[in-house]
């Protein structure tokens, strides 16, 4: 059997041009998919501010001053940040104030965000760990609304799970804040947060 060498080196160019096509069009489809990850979050970036009426355990009502930041990370191509920050007046006047800040970075699944919350001994960020008491946080977006997820296990296994739904709206953000132990709803709260 006699081999056509002209053929089989067209062939083997061809094969090597699909190759190196498919491998051009896999990196243009991840480039593109980042940017899109990072497009669907560029809408939120900025500061926010209002108030909000909390309902407490024994009926009363609390009047609290809500701050939201949302921005990018970077260095963190499709990275974001989200910190949040209430004040709370007590009747004798003095002031009390909550912040977190938390770093989300995409996953494999589009438009939801693993929280990076602390650094692991290679120097990765990583989830923290419910089984210790401590918060197991994660996002997603979906449309036009940001979503903050943290689940919390209680010393004795009960779980409660807060929810952090930042929707966009003309001049800002609708905030609907909802929290739920054991899959019964404990709080909801609503309020409007105005863009600086």
Known sequence: MRIDHARFARAVVAAQARFVAAITVAVLSLVMTTQARAADIAPFFGSYQGSLIVPQADGSRERRDAAVKIGAVEGGDANFYVQWTTTST?????K???????EFTPTDRIDIFAAAMKRNVFGHTVQLDPMKGEPYVWGRINKDT?????MFVGPNGDYEIQQY??????GGLELVYSSHRNGYP??????FLSRQ
Do not use: H, I, W
């Open 186 to 191: 404990l709080k909801r709260v609503q309020t």
């Open 96 to 102: 009390k104030t909550k912040s977190y800040a938390v």
């Open 165 to 170: 739904d930042r929707t966009l709206a003309e």
């Open 146 to 150: 940001l979503t903050v997820f943290s």
């Open 90 to 94: 007590k009747p004798d006047g003095r």
